[in-house]
C-alpha cells in the first residue's frame, strides 16, 4: 500500500519570513493534521505511528545531547581562555625573572633538582668568555664544569689539575651550602657560592672580589714590610751573626754580623737564597769536629721534624777563631741559625785554667811542704804550730802582694775582657788565701792559743752577709740558697761563729749537685739551734766521724783547689772551744743537716726583721718550728710549692716517690708536722697508701694532705676514711695558707 500523502509540503509551509509565533502556529496546525490522518488510517498502520513516537523521542535525546554538547564546548572555550591567560601571565612572570636576574650585579645561573640548567644571566662566567656561547638551558652541571675546566682564562690552584679540580666541584657540589674563592689566569678573582634551594635546586651565584683581595694583599703587604723593619733592627742590633730561614729552607732575613763573620760580600745574601749555598759557604770557611760533622747540620736543616736544636763549636780553616754555631726550629717549619765569636772567652779560658794549673802547682809544693811540716811536728805540738805559723806567713806574703797588684790592675783596667780575666784571678788567689788560713786556724785552734772573745751576736745581720756571700757562688752550681731571716740574739765569738757557718755552707754547696742548701734558726728555750740543711749527696753513718778529721775528704778525686779537707774540722775545733753543741744527721742520698746549739740572749732584734711572703701577708718573718714534708714527683710544683712555703718560715723536706719519703723519715728520725703529698707519683704506691704509710710510721701523727686534680666521689670517700684532706689542682697561696698558717701561728715564738 503507498503511502498517504500529506496535505502539504511542509517546507512550502514553512515561510522563511514568518517570524516564531507564526511558526509555531504553523507546526501546531501540522501536528493536529498528522495525528487526526493517522487516526483515520486502518488498523496496520499502527506501526508507522510507532516509528513517528520514536523519532520524536530520539528528536528530544538529540536535543537533550547537542544542549550538553553546546555546554561543553561553551565550558571548554572558558577554559581555554583561562589557559591562554595563563599562558601570557607566565610569559610575563618569566620574562620579568629573566629581567630581574640580569639586572643582579653578581653571575647568576640556576640549575634543578637535576642539575639541569634553568636559567643564567649574561654576568655568569663572564670572566670566562671563551665558554659562555656554551651556557644554554638544559646544560647538565658536569658538562658546565667540563667546560669551565677547558677554558684558557681559568686559574686552576697550585699542584691541581683539571680533573682533580673537576672532582674538588663535584664533591663540593654535594654540600647544601659552600663558598669558594676562584683565580683567573689574567689575576682576577671570583667567589663562588652555591647554595642548595627547598624544592632540590641549586643557585650558583658568581662575585668578582678582585679589588677586595688586592687590597688585602696590599694591607698585609705594608704589615709584613712593617714586621720585617722591626725584625731586621733587631738582628742588626743583635751580637751575634744570625740568619732565619722559611719552611722551604729560603733565606728570610740575616744581619750584617753573618756577613762579616762569614767574609762575604754584602750582596752575596738576598732574600730567597737556598740554604744550600750558605751550607757550602759554612764548611768551606769553618773545620767542624769530626763527630758533628758539616752533613749532620745540613740533615738537621732537611728534617721535616726538628725535635731538639742542633749545636756545635766550629773552628776557622786556616785561622785560629772559634765560632758557636745553634740553630732552633721556628712555630713555621723555619729555622733560626746563630753564630757567636767566642775566640776571645777561650783564649780567657785557657789562661785561666793556666793561671789555676800554676796555683795550684804551687798550693801543692806548699801542701807537700806543709804535711812534712806536720808529720815533723807530730813529737811536739808547740813546735807545729810555730813552724806552720811561720810557714803560713811566708806563704801570705806573696799572695797578699799579689792581692795588691790585681786589685790594682782592677781599678785601672777598662776593657771589659782584661777586667774579667782579672777579676777571675782574684778569686783564685781569693781561693788560696782561704786554704792558708784554714791551715793557721787549725792550727791555732788544735794548740789553744785562739783568742775568743764572747759577746752578744745579733744572727740577722750575719745571716744577711752569710746570704750575699754565698747566693753567687751557690747559683753558678744551679742550686738555691735560702737563708730564712731571724731576729734572734747569741752569745759567742764574732769572727769563729762566722766561720763556723761559713765552713758549713761552704761545704753543703760542695756536695751538693742539684737542690737547695736551706740556713735557719729555730729557738729553743734559752738557746738558737742553728741548721744548714743541703740536699747533696749524704753522708753514710760510717762516715760521719771521720768528717771532722782534719785533712780527710770523702770526694778523694777533688782537687787541692777545693780544699784540704779542714773546713769542718775547723767547725768542730771552733764549737767546742766556744761550748757549743755540734750535730750531724744525714744519710746516703738523702742529704746532710748540721746543726750547732748556742745560748741566746733572750733578746731579739727587731730591725733584723724582714717582710715575709710575697703574697701580701702583712706579717714579719719569726723563727717557726714547723715542717713540711713534700712529696711530689714534679720538679716545677715542687720548686713553687717550697719556694712559697720557704717564705711563710716552713722548714721543707721534698722527695720524689712515697718509697723514698719512708726512708727518709725512718732513717732521719724527723717528724714532719705537716704532709703534702701528690696523689699520682708514677710507679710505686700513690698519695693515699703513701700517707696512710707515714700516720702509721709517725707515734703523733702529722696533718695529711693529698695534692690531686681528681674530683671523684670515690677518691673523696677514700680520704674520708683515712682522715686526709683534699687540695684539689691548681693550688692557690689562699688555699695552701688555709693549711699551713694553723701550724705557723702555734709554732711561732712570740716577738719580743
Known amino acids: 500500500m503507498t503511502e498517504p500523502r500529506l496535505p502539504a509540503d511542509i517546507e512550502r509551509m514553512m515561510s522563511p519570513a514568518d517570524d516564531i509565533g507564526r511558526r509555531h502556529e504553523k507546526l501546531v496546525r501540522i501536528t493536529q493534521s498528522l495525528i487526526r490522518h493517522i487516526e483515520d488510517l486502518p488498523g496496520d498502520s499502527g506501526v508507522g505511528y510507532a516509528q513517528f513516537q520514536r523519532a520524536a523521542v530520539l528528536e528530544d535525546e538529540v536535543r537533550a545531547r547537542t544542549r550538553d554538547l553546546e555546554h561543553a564546548l561553551d565550558l571548554l572555550n572558558a577554559s581555554n581562555a583561562r589557559l591562554s591567560d595563563a599562558y601570557r601571565d607566565n610569559d610575563i612572570a618569566r620574562q620579568n625573572l629573566s629581567n630581574a636576574i640580569e639586572a643582579v650585579q653578581e653571575g647568576f645561573a640556576l640549575f634543578d633538582a637535576s642539575d639541569v640548567l634553568i636559567m643564567c644571566n649574561s654576568r655568569f662566567n663572564a670572566l670566562l668568555p671563551d665558554i659562555v656561547e656554551g651556557l644554554k638551558p638544559g646544560l647538565s652541571f658536569d658538562d658546565y664544569l667540563q667546560l669551565a675546566a677547558g677554558s684558557h682564562h681559568l686559574q686552576l690552584p697550585d699542584g691541581m689539575s683539571r680533573d682533580e679540580w673537576i672532582a674538588m666541584r663535584k664533591h663540593r657540589h654535594n654540600e647544601r651550602h659552600f663558598i669558594l674563592t676562584q683565580g683567573m689566569a689574567d689575576g682576577r678573582w671570583v667567589q663562588v657560592s652555591e647554595q642548595r634551594t627547598p624544592d632540590g635546586s641549586t643557585a650558583i651565584i658568581q662575585t668578582e672580589?678582585?679589588?677586595?683581595?688586592?687590597?688585602?694583599?696590599?694591607?698585609?703587604?705594608?704589615?709584613?714590610?712593617?714586621?720585617?723593619?722591626?725584625?731586621?733592627?733587631?738582628?742588626?742590633?743583635?751580637?751575634?751573626?744570625?740568619?732565619?730561614?722559611?719552611?722551604?729552607?729560603?733565606?728570610?732575613?740575616?744581619?750584617?754580623?753573618?756577613?762579616?763573620?762569614?767574609?762575604?760580600?754584602?750582596?752575596?745574601?738576598?732574600?730567597?737564597?737556598?740554604?744550600?749555598?750558605?751550607?757550602?759557604?759554612?764548611?768551606?770557611?769553618?773545620?767542624?769536629?769530626?763527630?758533628?760533622?758539616?752533613?749532620?747540620?745540613?740533615?738537621?736543616?732537611?728534617?721535616?721534624?726538628?725535635?731538639?736544636?742542633?749545636?756545635?763549636?766550629?773552628?776557622?780553616?786556616?785561622?785560629?777563631?772559634?765560632?758557636?754555631?745553634?740553630?732552633?726550629?721556628?712555630?713555621?717549619?723555619?729555622?733560626?741559625?746563630?753564630?757567636?765569636?767566642?775566640?776571645?772567652?777561650?783564649?780567657?779560658?785557657?789562661?785561666?785554667?793556666?793561671?789555676?794549673?800554676?796555683?795550684?802547682?804551687?798550693?801543692?809544693?806548699?801542701?807537700?811542704?806543709?804535711?812534712?811540716?806536720?808529720?815533723?811536728?807530730?813529737?811536739?805540738?808547740?813546735?807545729?804550730?810555730?813552724?806552720?805559723?811561720?810557714?803560713?806567713?811566708?806563704?801570705?806574703?806573696?799572695?797578699?802582694?799579689?792581692?795588691?797588684?790585681?786589685?790594682?790592675?782592677?781599678?785601672?783596667?777598662?776593657?771589659?775582657?782584661?777586667?774579667?780575666?782579672?777579676?777571675?784571678?782574684?778569686?783564685?788567689?781569693?781561693?788560696?788565701?782561704?786554704?792558708?788560713?784554714?791551715?793557721?786556724?787549725?792550727?791555732?785552734?788544735?794548740?789553744?792559743?785562739?783568742?775568743?772573745?764572747?759577746?752578744?751576736?745579733?744572727?740577722?745581720?750575719?745571716?744577711?752577709?752569710?746570704?750575699?756571700?754565698?747566693?753567687?757562688?751557690?747559683?753558678?752550681?744551679?742550686?738555691?740558697?735560702?737563708?730564712?731571716?731571724?731576729?734572734?740574739?747569741?752569745?759567742?765569738?764574732?769572727?769563729?761563729?762566722?766561720?763556723?757557718?761559713?765552713?758549713?755552707?761552704?761545704?753543703?754547696?760542695?756536695?751538693?749537685?742539684?737542690?737547695?742548701?736551706?740556713?735557719?734558726?729555730?729557738?729553743?728555750?734559752?738557746?738558737?739551734?742553728?741548721?744548714?740543711?743541703?740536699?747533696?749527696?749524704?753522708?753514710?753513718?760510717?762516715?760521719?766521724?771521720?768528717?771532722?778529721?782534719?785533712?780527710?775528704?770523702?770526694?778523694?778525686?777533688?782537687?787541692?783547689?777545693?780544699?784540704?779537707?779542714?773546713?769542718?774540722?775547723?767547725?768542730?775545733?771552733?764549737?767546742?772551744?766556744?761550748?757549743?753543741?755540734?750535730?750531724?744527721?744525714?744519710?746516703?742520698?738523702?742529704?746532710?743537716?748540721?746543726?750547732?746549739?748556742?745560748?741566746?740572749?733572750?733578746?731579739?732584734?727587731?730591725?733584723?726583721?724582714?717582710?715575709?711572703?710575697?703574697?701580701?701577708?702583712?706579717?714579719?718573718?719569726?723563727?717557726?718550728?714547723?715542717?713540711?714534708?713534700?712529696?711530689?714527683?714534679?720538679?716545677?710544683?715542687?720548686?713553687?710549692?717550697?719556694?712559697?712555703?720557704e717564705q711563710w718560715g716552713v722548714n721543707v723536706l721534698d722527695v720524689t716517690s712515697g718509697e723514698d719519703a719512708l726512708e727518709l723519715l725512718e732513717e732521719t728520725g724527723v717528724e714532719p708536722d705537716l704532709c703534702l703529698v701528690d696523689y699520682q707519683l708514677g710507679a710505686g704506691m700513690d698519695g693515699i697508701a703513701c700517707l696512710s704509710a707515714i700516720g702509721r710510721l709517725l707515734p703523733n701523727a702529722p696533718a695529711k694532705c693529698l695534692i690531686t686534680a681528681d674530683r671523684s666521689d670515690a677518691l673523696r670517700q677514700a680520704a674520708d676514711r683515712h682522715g686526709i684532706e683534699i687540695l684539689h689542682k691548681p693550688i692557690t697561696p689562699a688555699t695552701l695558707a688555709r693549711v699551713v698558717m694553723p701550724r705557723i701561728d702555734s709554732g711561732r715564738q712570740p716577738a719580743s
Not at 731538639?308 to 745553634?326: D, K, Y
Not at 799579689?402 to 782574684?426: F, I, M, N, P
Open 209 to 645: 672580589v678582585t679589588d677586595l683581595i688586592r687590597a688585602e694583599r696590599e694591607e698585609r703587604g705594608r704589615l709584613l714590610d712593617d714586621q720585617t723593619r722591626i725584625l731586621q733592627a733587631t738582628l742588626d742590633h743583635a751580637p751575634l751573626g744570625v740568619c732565619i730561614f722559611d719552611a722551604r729552607l729560603r733565606l728570610l732575613g740575616w744581619n750584617a754580623n753573618l756577613t762579616e763573620m762569614l767574609t762575604l760580600p754584602r750582596t752575596r745574601l738576598r732574600p730567597g737564597l737556598h740554604f744550600d749555598d750558605l751550607w757550602h759557604q759554612l764548611r768551606a770557611q769553618f773545620a767542624f769536629p769530626p763527630h758533628q760533622g758539616a752533613n749532620m747540620l745540613a740533615d738537621w736543616a732537611r728534617s721535616v721534624r726538628r725535635k731538639t736544636s742542633f749545636e756545635v763549636e766550629i773552628r776557622r780553616r786556616g785561622g785560629s777563631g772559634s765560632f758557636a754555631l745553634f740553630a732552633q726550629e721556628i712555630p713555621d717549619g723555619g729555622f733560626v741559625m746563630s753564630l757567636d765569636d767566642i775566640t776571645e772567652h777561650k783564649n780567657a779560658m785557657q789562661a785561666i785554667r793556666h793561671a789555676n794549673e800554676t796555683l795550684e802547682a804551687r798550693v801543692l809544693d806548699r801542701t807537700l811542704e806543709l804535711e812534712d811540716a806536720l808529720a815533723s811536728a807530730e813529737r811536739a805540738n808547740a813546735s807545729r804550730a810555730r813552724f806552720v805559723a811561720a810557714v803560713g806567713h811566708d806563704l801570705m806574703q806573696p799572695l797578699s802582694a799579689a792581692t795588691l797588684y790585681v786589685g790594682s790592675l782592677l781599678e785601672e783596667a777598662d776593657d771589659g775582657g782584661q777586667r774579667a780575666k782579672l777579676e777571675k784571678t782574684q778569686r783564685s788567689l781569693d781561693s788560696v788565701s782561704a786554704l792558708l788560713e784554714a791551715l793557721l786556724d787549725i792550727s791555732r785552734l788544735e794548740v789553744g792559743q785562739a783568742a775568743l772573745t764572747v759577746e752578744p751576736i745579733a744572727l740577722g745581720p750575719l745571716f744577711r752577709q752569710l746570704r750575699e756571700e754565698f747566693t753567687p757562688i751557690a747559683e753558678q752550681k744551679g742550686l738555691r740558697l735560702v737563708v730564712r731571716p731571724v731576729e734572734a740574739t747569741v752569745l759567742s765569738d764574732r769572727i769563729y761563729l762566722r766561720r763556723i757557718l761559713q765552713n758549713l755552707i761552704s761545704n753543703a754547696i760542695r756536695y751538693t749537685d742539684r737542690g737547695r742548701i736551706l740556713v735557719a734558726a729555730r729557738g729553743r728555750p734559752g738557746r738558737q739551734l742553728i741548721q744548714v740543711r743541703d740536699t747533696g749527696r749524704g753522708i753514710a753513718e760510717k762516715d760521719q766521724e771521720i768528717v771532722f778529721a782534719e785533712f780527710k775528704r770523702l770526694d778523694a778525686k777533688a782537687s787541692a783547689a777545693e780544699g784540704l779537707g779542714l773546713g769542718l774540722a775547723i767547725v768542730e775545733r771552733a764549737a767546742s772551744l766556744l761550748g757549743h753543741m755540734l750535730n750531724l744527721r744525714s744519710a746516703p742520698g738523702c742529704g746532710s743537716t748540721f746543726s750547732v746549739e748556742i745560748a741566746s740572749t733572750g733578746l731579739g732584734d727587731r730591725r733584723d726583721a724582714e717582710p715575709a711572703d710575697a703574697d701580701g701577708l702583712a706579717q714579719q718573718e719569726r723563727a717557726v718550728d714547723v715542717t713540711a714534708l713534700l712529696v711530689e714527683n714534679d720538679a716545677e710544683v715542687t720548686s713553687a710549692l717550697s719556694q712559697l712555703l
